[in-house]
């Protein structure tokens, strides 16, 4: 992990700082369970470089549900207008466990190959990311969440029918990557009993950069993110 002309990597006591040509917006990241963190480093310089400051966080073991709250040490030390949340599978699940407990810090969550394990009471919004190939991720679980867990938000792409107080509502978004599996969001390698990838990781990462840059900019011009 090197900086560049772009993005400055620094190493901070609670993991690694990707600091972009943005001011006003960062996202702090919690990795999958027993993936090492600078795995992630490739989704993070290239949020960065997007404009979105990125937060990605050492676990204790690797496992982000030993230290849910982590993102309160990087909230507390560093000034942006726009905190998101962003986790990949247990990483997520404890992301947007620690969104729901805090949303009056957190304007959004971006979940990739992740699902909530209980009800969503905070108000922000959620961009939800897998793989067509993945199959790590327990689809029936995840679509029991989205069914049981999501019902108060709106799905996004419903929003043409809502007339108006759009920022006192919730939005979901859903993106199904095409031939992503679900150790693809990261550098790890292949992970056991995942789908064959038929794009690359880097296909896979700038897909994913490109879906939350979009949704990020979409809810900004509706002025409800």
């Not at 949020?47 to 400051?53: H, V």
């Not at 978004?173 to 990261?186: L, Q, R």
């Amino acid at each position: 992990m090197k900086s560049d002309n772009q993005v400055a990597v620094k190493e901070i006591k609670e993991g690694y700082f990707f600091d972009g040509p943005g001011d006003d917006k960062a996202m702090i990241f919690y990795p999958g369970g027993k993936v090492e963190t600078k795995a992630y480093a490739r989704l993070m310089n290239k949020l960065a470089k997007e404009g979105i400051d990125t937060f990605l966080l050492d676990m204790p073991f690797h496992l982000a549900v030993l230290n849910k709250n982590a993102a309160d040490k990087i909230i507390s030390k560093y000034q942006y207008d726009t905190y998101y949340m962003g986790g990949h599978s247990l990483g997520g699940v404890m992301a947007i466990d620690y969104a729901n407990d805090n949303s009056e810090k957190i304007d959004g969550v971006f979940l990739l190959a992740a699902y909530p394990n209980k009800k969503i009471d905070g108000h922000f919004n959620v961009l939800s990311i897998y793989g067509s190939n993945d199959k790590v991720l327990n689809i029936k679980k995840y679509e029991k969440a989205e069914e049981n867990y999501y019902e108060q938000f709106i799905d996004y792409e419903k929003i043409d029918e809502i007339s108006s107080d759009l920022f006192t509502k919730k939005f979901f978004k859903e993106i199904v990557i095409d031939g992503g599996n679900h150790a693809s969001f990261a550098d790890y390698g292949k992970q056991k009993g995942d789908g064959e990838a038929t794009i690359s990781v880097e296909e896979q990462v700038d897909r994913t950069v490109e879906e939350i840059i979009n949704y990020v900019g979409e809810l900004k011009k509706l002025g409800v993110g």
